[in-house]
């Protein structure tokens, strides 16, 4: 399936002077980073959509483009209590 979008010639010069010659994967990524962002895609859907093998590497790319983890104080609060019940010994 293909997704067109309908631009002006001069919006399309525009845009591929901002982005470069491939504008549909700057799309791609564009859709990607939003996505991520808003929380409507996990880390891996943008990792499939982007094509990369692992999640260090969808990771790596976010970070290059400035896009933090989407990790709040309850999943830190979630994953402590895990951690505190696998390993009652230690102090987290």
Sequence with gaps: MATVLELSSQTE???REAFG???NQ???ESLAIVGY???KL???QVR???GFDNRWQT???LGERGVTWNYSQEDLEADRKTLSELFPDKTL
Aim: aromatic share 4%.
């Design 26 to 28: 700057a799309a791609i």
């Design 13 to 15: 010069q525009e845009l």
């Design 59 to 61: 990771e790596k790319w």
């Design 37 to 39: 962002r808003s929380g």
């Design 48 to 50: 499939r959509l982007l």
């Design 42 to 44: 996990s880390l891996a």
């Design 21 to 23: 010659p491939d504008l």
